[in-house]
């Protein structure tokens, strides 16, 4: 036995010697490798002929022929043995050779120093800065030149000249910005932009775009790091894109697994004046849990002591780079402060079917039940503590839920329209209303205005306390994360928003007084008093009026964050054809276009005579054009107020948006039309029809229906355009009331519907109908199908006839609102981006996999949205079929790519890109394109390429631009469909080889397509 022990204490001691030793033995190696090098090197005569520094030693490596290049390091680190840098450098010079037993020892010396990553970026360098335009997508000066990564190679010398028209005598060269771990680079070209402004006319002029480049070195195999980049949307890692966190929020880092070796960061910086940004590299420890839980964006409140929520959020980004996690469960730890009697049950919403994918971060939905336990007055917060198991491990989170009641507002939240989860803030009238059922006054905030302070921005001071919401309406302010302007995904938060408000109250026995969803008075200011322009204009029929404050008509007029093909580079290779389909994609979006519409409704609109963030020419060129349709409208400039005031005459009267003129205007107006003053035109006793609208509308004998796009548009007096002939052109219907008929002019019109029933609407069963020159005698009948009537207009385009195509216009292989363009209505509803797996060419598996991830976290932190990411093999049709499909990856490499292709007029080999007549064959060609999905009532969206160059220009379609207008992915002049070319890296828009719109039966149409020679 003492033996046994001896040779123990022996063996202890000598493991402890031999780690006391590792340091030095691994000293001795590298010294004798610098050593040995020194010498074969002089033996040879290879001798550095430069001085000794670390920006020569990259310039070496660089330009050099490698061994003379490492030479200068060998000669460098002999006298600089703890200079971790100048290590990496060496060992991976070695590795390029293969020489890995030398590289083995540079890489420990280096990690010995400065560990498995040296966690820094190895000083910047900055190309810059050149003119940019304003859309999500333009040409990059660099790849004239062979593209930043080529160009990347001359950052270390000064000698080679770049051109801009923004830099003096036209040129600018490589600088350097010293790295400082923790602190933001900030990059501030020297320009005299007071001149260019001045002498071009335009603010736009100020945004510019430019390159930073970046080296890393990773000391050990395969590490993975943690990646945090804040003050810009992407970085290029190798030249794969990872998220940058654009709008700063702190919490955002994603993971990616590396080799040993040298890396190089790419950022190509986008802004207004200086670019600000910070890169934070480390290591994710291999003990660590791989996953985390960041702080979720919101969190429902407790309204007069219940859960009036059933839903709340919270926030996983998987750590892993290769492992798929599954959540499994989530339980209740522990609810605080303890409370006796209540029952709260915590579940998944639809989140355990489908696993976060490596490098992910997304939200998940947690669906509450309690009982009826009410809190008492006294509560102020309630504490739960929840356990979150997955596949790759537990952990807890606390969350903390306000109580509020009476008349504070209160947040809540809902399922949108594209499954995520979504808040809004609410106020109760401040009066029982009729019935029982309230009108609600849907208001929209401006730029970065939280919904609480919009909903409490209803308020007024009473006998020295303030008061809040209005008399007999809801106040309903919703929001959604991001640029969306309350358009496209906005837009149909806020529609969603109100119809689940009006669910929930309906629902809820304790709340006396119910919302009604078809009763609204739209309002907002600054950008919501577009919102308010853009829902009323396209929902007319659920409007009792409108309330715009200081709102602007259309983004690409107001200001400079929007400017259409003003400083473009693209603006020298675009052509007329693609910039008219570009602006296609966003006209429905622009208010002047609509405002027929709104005849027969008020209009409120205000503004402050010395408002400079939105001038009131704005305000006036509206006025002008509602008055021109005859429209009910007031408008007032307001003395001496600004953008935004409190005080009106007398203090915290209601300010800008409650003041007692506008108080007395909502009160005047929310009030639910009763059910007997639905007609338009009436029967009277002698048979003869009376148009004389008795209802409070006061409703025009003559109104004109205004479409642009029917995907995002109700009824008008109870007409709805469902198809256009050529899609995104504007369609009317001109309704006039004759002594005898009704008389239907249309124009780019292809199908309607006439709605029975309806406040607004007309009851077009009281007199023949003539829809241009086709005659319908319903007055005989005296009656219509319960739902209405729906017309098509035949193939020849001169008869209407009475058809059923309207009951299920998709399903008869047709576009309808449900499958209507552009590229951004993939992402209008719940939708699943499908990742392939079946390329059998090396590392392309991985590569759509990046891809994939990058987009839905694009998604994420531009807007909040739940995307769910699936491989392909891991998807059946049938949950495919409910679901819209981002599918990234061609036939080669994605199961699910070939049916679409069958659906539409391209086709796709691992060579080339057909589209109608026209052959794309270039070794970068790209393809994006919508197609119909489970049996035409979804969309997919393909992106594929005849190279992983070709995919990653269509991918980098998803690409934001800065704020304030960073959108939510390909929601902004993104058609149909795009093929790019070899030169849309260079030229943006400009090097699009085609694209447009499909036609209604999903072909090629003459004058929707920029290549007209492929139809």
Not at 548 to 564: C, T
Not at 858 to 871: A, K, M, P
Not at 898 to 908: E, T, Y
Request: glycine share 8%; aromatic share 10%.
């Amino acid at each position: 036995m003492e033996a046994v022990v001896l040779a123990l204490l022996r063996l202890l001691v000598a493991v402890e010697v031999a780690c006391r030793g590792a340091n030095a033995l691994l000293m001795k190696s590298s010294s004798e490798l610098l050593k040995t090098e020194l010498e074969r090197m002089n033996t040879n005569g290879i001798r550095c002929s430069v001085d000794l520094n670390l920006r020569n030693l990259d310039f070496m490596r660089v330009y050099s022929e490698i061994n003379r290049a490492m030479s200068c390091m060998v000669q460098y680190l002999r006298d600089n043995n703890e200079q971790a840098w100048a290590w990496s450098l060496l060992g991976n010079s070695y590795q390029q050779q293969s020489r890995m037993d030398f590289a083995n020892i540079c890489f420990k010396q280096s990690a010995n120093i400065a560990g498995s990553l040296i966690s820094f970026v190895h000083g910047w360098y900055f190309l810059g800065p050149f003119v940019v335009g304003k859309s999500e997508v333009d040409g990059d000066p660099t790849e004239f030149f062979g593209g930043i990564h080529n160009v990347s190679r001359t950052r270390f010398t000064r000698d080679i000249q770049y051109y801009s028209e923004l830099a003096p005598n036209g040129v600018v060269r490589w600088i350097s910005f010293p790295e400082y771990k923790g602190r933001y680079v900030t990059i501030d070209p020297v320009v005299n932009w007071k001149d260019l402004v001045n002498s071009l006319g335009s603010l736009g002029i100020t945004e510019w775009q430019g390159w930073a480049v970046g080296d890393i070195t990773v000391n050990a195999k395969n590490v993975k790091i943690s990646l945090r980049c804040m003050g810009v949307h992407t970085v290029f890692v190798d030249g794969f894109p990872v998220v940058g966190d654009i709008y700063r929020r702190e919490q955002f880092s994603f993971p990616v697994a590396l080799s040993r070796g040298l890396h190089t960061i790419y950022i190509r910086g986008r802004t207004k004046g200086a670019l600000e940004f910070r890169c934070d590299v480390d290591t994710i420890p291999s003990s660590s849990l791989s996953f985390q839980i960041l702080k979720p964006p919101f969190i429902p409140d407790i309204y007069d002591g219940r859960f009036f929520s059933k839903y709340f959020p919270l926030l996983i980004l998987n750590k892993n780079s290769s492992d798929w996690l599954v959540i499994k469960r989530i339980s209740l730890v522990n609810i605080a402060p303890p409370l006796e009697g209540v029952d709260v049950r915590i579940g998944l919403k639809g989140d355990k079917a489908f696993p976060v994918a490596p490098g992910q971060t997304r939200p998940i939905i947690i669906e509450l039940i309690a009982n009826d336990f009410v809190f008492t007055e006294s509560c102020t917060k309630v504490k739960l503590t929840l356990l979150v198991s997955t596949s790759l491990g537990s952990a807890q989170y606390s969350l903390s839920f306000r109580c509020r009641g009476g008349q504070q507002s209160f947040l809540f939240t809902f399922i949108d329209h594209d499954g995520s989860l979504q808040h809004a803030a609410a106020i109760k009238p401040l009066l029982p209303c009729e019935e029982k059922l309230c009108p609600v006054v849907l208001t929209l905030h401006g730029t970065s205005v939280p919904p609480q302070n919009q909903a409490d921005s209803y308020k007024q001071m009473i006998s020295h306390e303030f008061v809040f919401g209005l008399e007999k309406a809801w106040i309903l302010a919703p929001t959604r994360h991001g640029a969306h302007n309350w358009e496209g995904p906005g837009a149909l938060t806020a529609m969603t928003a109100l119809r689940e408000f009006a669910l929930m109250t309906d629902s809820c026995d304790w709340i006396r007084d119910k919302a009604s969803p078809d009763s609204v008075i739209f309002a907002g200011h600054s950008m919501g008093g577009h919102g308010a322009w853009h829902l009323a204009t396209h929902f007319p029929d659920m409007a009792l009026a409108v309330v715009s404050l200081a709102g602007w008509i259309k983004k690409e007029e107001y200001g400079d964050s929007n400017l259409f093909f003003r400083h473009d580079i693209a603006n020298s290779h675009v052509t007329p054809q693609i910039k008219s389909i570009l602006e296609d994609c966003i006209t429905e979006n622009e208010a002047d276009r609509h405002v027929s519409n709104l005849m027969g409704l008020n209009v409120m609109m205000r503004i402050g005579a010395e408002d400079r963030t939105i001038h009131p020419y704005f305000n006036r060129r509206m006025f002008r054009i509602l008055s021109e349709w005859k429209i009910n409208v007031t408008y007032v400039e307001v003395k001496d107020k600004e953008h935004w005031w409190w005080d009106s005459i007398k203090t915290n009267d209601g300010g800008c948006v409650n003041d007692e003129q506008l108080r007395d205007f909502m009160n005047l107006h929310a009030v639910i039309p009763a059910a007997g003053n639905s007609e338009y035109c009436s029967e009277k006793e002698d048979g003869t029809i009376d148009c004389e609208s008795p209802n409070w509308y006061r409703a025009p004998v003559e109104f004109t229906v205004s479409v642009m796009n029917t995907a995002f548009m109700g009824s008008v007096r109870g007409v709805q355009v469902l198809q256009q002939i050529l899609p995104h052109q504007p369609s009317t219907i001109k309704v006039s009331c004759a002594w005898v008929k009704i008389v239907l002019k249309t124009e780019n019109v292809q199908m309607f519907f006439l709605k029975s029933k309806g406040s607004r609407n007309i009851r077009w069963q009281l007199y023949p109908l003539q829809i241009d020159s086709s005659e319908f005698d319903f007055y005989q009948k005296r009656s219509l199908p319960e739902d209405g009537i729906c017309f098509c207009l035949d193939d020849t385009g001169s008869s209407w006839s009475v058809c059923s195509l309207c009951d299920d216009l998709e399903g008869n292989g047709l576009r309808g609102p449900l499958t209507v363009g552009p590229a951004r209505r993939v992402a209008e509803n719940k939708f699943i981006i499908v990742t392939g797996s079946r390329s059998i060419v090396k590392g392309r598996y991985e590569a759509l996999q990046m891809f994939a991830v990058y987009i839905a976290n694009l998604f994420y932190l531009t807007s909040d949205t739940l995307v769910y990411v699936v491989q392909d093999r891991d998807l059946s049709s049938d949950v495919a079929d409910e679901y819209n499909l981002i599918i990234v990856g061609g036939p080669d490499e994605n199961l699910y790519a070939q049916q679409f292709l069958d659906r539409v007029p391209i086709n796709a080999t691992d060579s080339s890109i057909r589209i109608g007549k026209c052959h794309f064959q270039d070794a970068q060609t790209g393809a994006l394109f919508l197609a119909p999905h489970s049996n035409n009532h979804r969309l997919a969206l393909v992106l594929l390429g005849n190279s992983l160059e070709g995919l990653k220009d269509v991918v980098s379609l998803a690409a934001p631009t800065i704020p304030p207008m960073t959108r939510s992915p390909f929601s902004n002049m993104i058609p149909d469909f795009v093929i790019t070319g070899p030169g849309f890296r260079s030229r943006g828009h400009g090097g699009y080889a085609c694209c447009g719109f499909w036609d209604n039966r999903w072909g090629l149409k003459s004058g929707l397509v920029s290549c007209s020679n492929c139809v």
